[in-house]
Structure formats: C-alpha cells, structure tokens
C-alpha cells in the first residue's frame, strides 16, 4: 500500500465514524460500485457486524469480492440486482443506509422512483438508524433535501467533506438523515 492510499484510508475511515458506523452493525452499502467505502465500512464492522453490497453492475461487485476475499474479511455479502428499486432485506434490519454518489437524477431521472427508493430505504432501517447521502455539489437538486425530508427523514448533520480518489477536484457533501 502506498502512503496516498494509507492516507485517503485513513480519511475514508474518519469519514465513515463521523457518518455513524461502528462495530457490530449491519449496513446496507447500496449503489457501492467498486467499493470504494464498502472495503472500509466492513472493516470498522468486524466480524459481528455484516456488510450489504448492492449493486446491478455485476463487474464492479466481481471486482469488489475479489477484493474482500484477498483482504480477509468475511462479513461483505454481495447483492447483485437488475437495478430494481425493492430491496431484499427485512423491515427494520439494518443499522445504516450508505446512498454514496447515486441518489441523483443520473442514476434515478424520475421524481417516482428516487421516493420509492426511499421508501424501501425507511422500510429496512431499524427505528435508531442513519441514511447518509454523499452527492457532488452540482449534483444536489434544489429539491434533494426537501424530497428525502418528504420521505419522513430527519437531517441531523452534514459531515463536511468525502475524500475521494480525485482528491482536490471533488467536494462532496454527506448528509446523515435519521427517521423523522
Ligand atoms: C458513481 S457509482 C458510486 C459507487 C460508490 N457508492 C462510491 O461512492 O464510490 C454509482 C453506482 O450505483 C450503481 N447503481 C445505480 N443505479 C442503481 C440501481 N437502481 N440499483 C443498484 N445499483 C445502482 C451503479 O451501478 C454504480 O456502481
């Protein structure tokens, strides 16, 4: 591991402890791609807790679980979907939602679709748990808030930035929501 990746590790654990992650829980990591955060979110999970990684790209979740079976870590379990919106997991289940860089009109262009996302995403949470959005600036629709605020969530905190990859050309924001 290079010292830019030990530090960006770093930054992405800091982060993911503000956004509320701890040991022994189970989070569901939707949209997470090549697991930039997932990798670290079952880290800080450990064996007690259990990682949902749900994506319908099957090529990025190949690449992920490559990853984690060369890491070690046993608590990712991967969830390869067609893109639908319902999501396979009990009411009441999961500790943390991670809506990472794709709750926006790119990946969801109808107004329909990002409320019925959020509606499985408050069926699933358990009443104490957190949904944490991280979104490019230019990204957040004026509307954003007000339609996760709809979808009976609270805002509790924005944790200021995301550390990416593209380090200095992306600030990120990351809103931590919890049941209204
Ligand atoms: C920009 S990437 C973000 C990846 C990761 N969360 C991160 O922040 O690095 C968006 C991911 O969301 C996934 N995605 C988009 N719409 C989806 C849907 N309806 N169901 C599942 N995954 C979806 C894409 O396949 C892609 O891997």
Redesign the pocket.
Known sequence: MTVATMELESRVLDMLQKVGIRKGQTIL?????????TMPVAKIAGKQGRVYA????KE?LDALMQKIKSAGLKNVERME?S???EIELTNESVDGV?L???FHSF??PQAEDRRR?LGEIYRIMKPSAFLSI?VWPNLVETETENEIENADFRLEKEVCETPTDNKGLETYRTLVFRKA
């Open positions: 990591d939707f949209g997470c791609g090549y697991g930039m955060y749900l994506d319908k790209d990025a979907t893109g639908e919106l991670l990472f860089e794709v990946y969801f996302l991280s």
